[in-house]
């Protein structure tokens, strides 16, 4: 559990150069390189800038940390769901 929270904190980290937000550039780079196997979509430009868009909750064009959390825990939910076979909406 620790090397996976390493894990996703180094990579925010070195996607953003250092900085507190990943901007569209680098979301986009993320994405493809470290999404592209869970994602259908992942080297589709236009949608992963509306995933992005979708993401940004303060409208400030960027992603941060928090903001990737969301998406994290949106994959890990429906890489659970996929695993164990149920859906949480059905409940």
């Known amino acids: ?32 390189k470290q999404l ?6 992942a080297n589709v430009s236009s949608a992963v800038k509306e995933m992005q868009n979708g993401l940004d909750e303060n409208n400030d064009g960027k992603v941060s940390f928090q903001e990737y959390l969301t998406l994290i825990g949106y994959l890990a939910t429906s890489l659970s769901e996929r695993k164990t076979g149920s859906n949480a909406d059905a409940s």
């Open 36 to 41: 592209g196997g869970m994602m259908e979509n």
């Open 1 to 32: 559990m620790e090397s996976a929270i390493k894990t996703v904190v180094t990579t925010f980290v070195g996607s953003s150069k250092g900085k507190e937000n990943l901007d569209g550039g680098s979301f986009q780079k993320l994405v493809k």
